[in-house]
């Protein structure tokens, strides 16, 4: 795909399109809140992959993994733009909520992306503890595995969500401590 896009193949985008564009669009409304912001994310994002071919690296990860970080980073910086042109310069207070908003829409989009990316069997265990409030025992039931087997989906599942959220700095001893 990254060959094809190189050389300029407009089907190959067309493919990549196909193939992501629900995932982009979905991030970036996740961050962005806003469904023509999102549309714009989604264009700015497709364009920068026909523009820069060369800057996916399959070393680093799959093409969905590079798509979705392309799409946090465009989503984000947008609203960040956006947050900038209503701020009011004089108000150190705003501008933190503005970063606080901007913190949490990045770590919700990253939760989403990990939940639609991991394995259908962790997915369906976090879906029955959640949604459905089932302990492991009820989830191996509905699940038709073993009780360990459902502890170790569900303590897998947790982890890989639980690497969505940003971690704090560690602070010096004797700092106070702000969550």
């Known amino acids: 795909m990254q060959q094809r896009l190189a050389r300029g193949e407009a089907a190959a985008l067309g493919e990549l399109y196909d193939r992501f564009a629900s995932l982009v669009h979905g991030l ?3 961050v962005l809140d806003d469904e023509a912001a999102a549309d714009s994310a989604t264009r700015e994002v497709f364009a920068y992959i026909w523009e820069h ?3 996916f690296d399959p070393r680093e990860g799959p093409m969905r993994a590079w798509v979705a970080a392309l799409t946090q980073r465009t989503a984000t910086a947008a609203l960040r733009r956006q947050q900038q042109r209503d701020a009011d310069p004089d108000s ?5 909520r503005f970063e606080e908003q901007v913190r949490a829409a990045a770590a919700a989009a990253r939760a989403d992306y990990i939940v639609t990316s991991m394995p259908s069997s962790l997915r369906a265990a976090l879906e029955l503890a959640y949604f459905e409030r089932h302990d492991y025992r009820q989830a ?3 699940l ?3 009780e360990d ?3 170790r989906r569900l303590r897998l599942g947790l982890q890989l969500l639980s690497s969505a959220m940003p971690r704090p700095a560690l602070a010096p001893p004797g700092a106070e401590y702000r969550p």
């Open 144 to 146: 038709g595995v073993t």
């Open 28 to 30: 970036a409304h996740r």
């Open 140 to 142: 191996a039931r509905t």
């Open 92 to 96: 150190p207070e705003q501008a933190e």
């Open 53 to 55: 071919p060369r800057a």
């Open 149 to 151: 087997e459902a502890r």
